[in-house]
């Protein structure tokens, strides 16, 4: 009789072919585009959330804020799915037999997380385009809908994270007697202060938002002083109140989680304290003259997330270790070339986004149109690589299809 | 293994054939349509013609507020299909490729970065610098192709890599030129029906009629380099794939084939009466009928590409059941068929009940089904009708006892699309008794 506990099984699926490279670097590059996938999360939760709030209250600057977040939500929301491929790329990676065990048995919620992102993108696009022309406004149903669709896919994807962390609880949530529930409608993992802690800094980061905002633009002729002023007021405000909120937060989540895991003395967790406290501070002193900090605080707002991220991510290791589980003893198989060809895109890419961002922020910074080329240099060198790319990838596969023959 | 989810009458491997095969439209005319603007754009640049214009802010909002986001998220949706449907098979690639998608997720920021900068700027930055950020867009998408096929491309033909195990061995396999060539050609066409919808919606006139023509032009000169690439195409399938599809083994796969080429011809006939010769005539509406046809033909080109690679889902290393086929040596992986045979699938099987483990009469059935699943769940709906109904397969083959179905799970490798049955004798039994009570009854 074949016996298997979740300790033998998530070592057995483990997969065959091991990891490419070392799993610190996927575990690093994970934590990087988790934090930046995260922080566009946030805009789009509270700058939603804030453009219902606008558009509902009387005061026409907040009903101008409403409809400029609204527009900045979906270009953000774009942003964030794109950047999700990363990290949901390297989480298969390093803790595949997690990720995979808990997607399968909530197979039906995975697939409605992709339709409640969609509904959330299109509501928000509708409230967007029905106050596309200064005399209207949109129906803020919209944006009803739009929150409660995101709220869903939060909601979902929480609970998915917090299955891969119940290993010890699988089998008795598939497993029901004789039966095996094959229909992929398990949605068991919740906890509240852990989701408060993905829902309020949501605030405190569109907060720091609307400061950025202010600070870019202050001095367009088409934005009045007060309105800007406003704006970074209330960003000020909010993100400060927001971080305090969080602070407690992360104290309730610290007491729920098990005690046997010492998480108050991990460094990564101390690290992400620290920050923290060191953002509330900057914060405090931004509440003189929000527009002045605000580089400064989206600075530190992401560090903090970072290490905020890291955080979380030692504790999934702890809670990966109570079924004997550890990314660092994963089978290898480097391959150098393949990590080259990442890396090397990795940097030129960089080059390569430089070169809209820059034309973009001086666009959008300027009253009239420019007619001066931005960064004409920068440009050239970036339109440059993307075809040298090609070029060097091509010839690399043209001369292993000769070399294997398989060219023609 | 795995949970199973199973998806009664369709297959959870439908539900990825669904999403893939929509991501194809929103992904490819994404990925063509820069090309189309950035040569009206350098018209309207060069030849000082600023009407022009309208029709490229037209034409880059759909691109970016519908194919943009719904091709990102049915790209996501993808992998959560496979996740859900074939984690060992998407896990068996990652684990492969990893370096390869996150190569193309950087061509991803860069055409989510340009793609807005260029919706942005329109007639707030100088027209070179504009057209600069289009032209970035436009190869940075189509690198996302370069990238992606090769790892669809080893799904068909692994090749040298079965030996080696690297990265590039796999990468640059027998169908990746082909396929790239094919796909090239394909996501033109589409940018070009696309680009005679939305021309169509200008006012009547020069700019709309040469829009319409110069699209058509465009369109047919792809279907045609489409057409020698698509033969080039399954001139490199592997041997066990064209025996599949031209011996008729498969017979929806030549039907599928032949879908595919009907509405390629049907496009390229409306290119040229619609597009070239009278673009007067052409409309929104005939142009978007004309899209879906295009995506009919999609559908069963990639219904195509799947099904001619049976018995495997990744070629030669992984069985469509998610079963490893062979060792690798280069990367120290075992085959899994005759260990699953020996020591039984529910060696791995964390999700099956423990009192099952015993195999016991009363409950045979019972521990079978989930056998069952494992082993044919994914291509195989166990309900009366649907996908592949095995009810009626068994009953097809003249199938009526958990004997004579034992013996043919025995057989099941000799099928050239059937991968092995990789179970003990104990597990066999209890799939033949679960099998047999599917059977419908007085066939």
């Excluded at chain 1, 003259?289 to 992401?302: E, H, L, N, S, V």
């Excluded at chain 2, 046809?293 to 495997?312: K, S």
């Excluded at chain 2, 004579?404 to 799970?409: E, G, K, Q, T, V």
Aim: charged share 15%; aromatic share 14%; glycine share 8%.
């Amino acid at each position: 009789m074949n016996i298997i506990d979740v300790v033998q099984y998530v070592q057995a699926m483990r997969d065959p072919a091991g990891l490419p490279f070392y799993p610190l670097v996927f575990q690093f590059l994970m934590v990087l585009t988790f934090a930046l996938h995260i922080m566009f999360v946030n805009f789009v939760v509270g700058g939603i959330t804030l453009a219902l709030w606008g558009r509902m209250s009387g005061d026409p600057k907040a009903l101008r804020l409403s409809k400029a977040l609204a527009r900045a939500s979906t270009v953000n929301l774009s942003i964030a799915i794109v950047l999700a491929v990363a990290p949901l790329l390297f989480v298969q990676v390093i803790y595949d037999p997690f990720w995979y065990t808990a997607n399968t048995m909530s197979a039906v919620w995975a697939m409605a997380f992709l339709i409640a992102v969609t509904a959330a993108f299109y509501c928000l696009y509708l409230f967007y385009l029905g106050g596309k022309k200064e005399s209207r406004n949109g129906n803020p149903f919209w944006l009803v809908l739009a929150l409660a669709a995101a709220g869903l896919a939060g909601y979902i994807i929480h609970s998915l994270t917090m299955e891969q962390l119940l290993a010890d609880q699988w089998q008795d949530l598939v497993v029901k007697g004789l039966d095996v529930d094959t229909s992929g409608t398990v949605l068991a993992g919740f906890s509240l202060p852990r989701i408060l802690h993905f829902i309020i800094p949501s605030f405190a980061i569109s907060g720091i938002f609307l400061m950025i905002y202010a600070w870019y633009f202050r001095g367009r002729s088409d934005y009045p002083e007060d309105y800007i002023d406003f704006a970074a007021r209330l960003g000020g405000w909010l993100a400060l109140w927001a971080t305090v909120a969080q602070a407690a937060v992360g104290v309730w989540w610290l007491i729920s989680l098990p005690s046997k895991f010492n998480f108050l003395s991990n460094p990564f967790f101390l690290a992400g304290a620290t920050s923290g406290l060191v953002l509330l501070g900057l914060l405090v002193a931004a509440k003189s003259d929000p527009i002045k900090w605000a580089p400064r605080a989206m600075g530190m707002a992401f560090v903090t997330l970072f290490l905020m991220s890291y955080a979380r991510e030692a504790l999934r290791s702890l809670y990966a270790e109570k079924v004997g589980y550890s990314i660092f003893d994963y089978k290898l198989n480097v391959d150098w070339g393949s990590t080259i060809l990442f890396l090397a895109t990795f940097l030129g890419g960089l080059v390569v986004l430089a070169y809209p961002a820059v034309v973009a922020y001086h666009a959008g910074k300027s009253d009239a149109p420019l007619t001066e080329e931005p960064a004409e240099g920068l440009g050239k060198v970036a339109y440059a690589l993307t075809i040298i790319w090609f070029v060097v990838v091509a010839g690399l596969g043209i001369f292993i299809s000769m070399k294997n023959g398989t060219l023609f | 293994m795995y949970p199973f989810w199973e998806v009664p009458h369709l297959t959870s491997g439908l539900i990825i054939a669904m999403i893939a095969s929509f991501h194809i439209l929103p992904s490819h005319l994404a990925t063509g349509a820069f090309w189309f603007m950035a040569y009206i754009e350098g018209k309207a640049i060069n030849d000082n013609r600023p009407e022009l214009f309208a029709f490229l802010k037209r034409f880059s909002l759909f691109i970016l507020v519908f194919c943009f986001v719904i091709g990102s998220l049915t790209g996501v949706g993808i992998w959560f299909s496979a996740t859900v449907a074939s984690p060992r098979a998407i896990s068996g690639l990652i684990h492969n490729y990893v370096w390869g998608w996150a190569t193309e997720w950087v061509f991803f920021l860069i055409e989510i970065a340009t793609i807005y900068a260029y919706y942005y700027t329109f007639g707030k930055v100088p027209p070179r610098t504009h057209r600069r950020i289009g032209l970035i867009y436009a190869w940075g998408a189509w690198m996302s192709m370069v990238i992606i096929t090769g790892i669809l491309g080893f799904m068909l033909s692994s090749d040298k890599w079965i030996e080696t195990g690297s990265f590039f061995d796999g990468f640059f396999n027998s169908t990746y030129w082909p396929q790239l060539a094919f796909r090239t050609a394909g996501m033109i066409a589409i940018a070009s029906v696309y680009a005679i919808i939305v021309a169509a919606s200008l006012e009547k006139g020069k700019v709309r009629y040469e829009i319409i023509r110069k699209a058509g032009a465009w369109g047919l000169c792809a279907l045609a380099a489409g057409a020698l690439f698509a033969t080039w195409y399954l001139n490199a399938l592997p041997d066990n794939s064209k025996e599949l599809i031209f011996q008729d083994m498969i017979p929806p796969l030549k039907t599928m084939l032949h879908v595919a080429i009907g509405a390629a011809v049907a496009v390229a006939v409306y290119f040229l009466l619609f597009g070239v010769v009278r673009p007067q005539l052409a409309c929104r509406s005939f142009g978007i009928v004309m899209m879906l046809v295009l995506l009919a033909g999609i559908g069963a080109g990639e219904g195509l590409r799947e099904g001619c690679r049976r018995p495997y889902i990744i070629n030669q290393y992984m069985y469509g059941n998610q079963v490893v086929a062979r060792d690798l040596e280069a990367k120290k992986v075992k085959g899994e068929v005759e260990f699953f045979q020996e020591h039984g699938l529910t060696s791995r099987l964390l999700f099956f009940p423990d009192q099952l483990r015993i195999f016991p009469e009363e409950h045979l059935a019972k521990a079978g089904r989930i056998i069952a699943l494992h082993q044919c769940g994914n291509c195989h709906t166990m309900d009366q009708k649907g996908i592949r109904p095995l009810p009626g397969l068994l009953a097809n083959l003249g199938l009526e006892d958990a004997e004579s179905i034992a013996d043919f799970l025995d057989a099941l490798g000799e099928y050239p699309f059937m991968p092995p049955f990789a179970a003990n004798e104990d597990e066999k039994r209890a799939t033949a008794a679960y099998l047999a009570t599917l059977i419908p009854a007085g066939e």
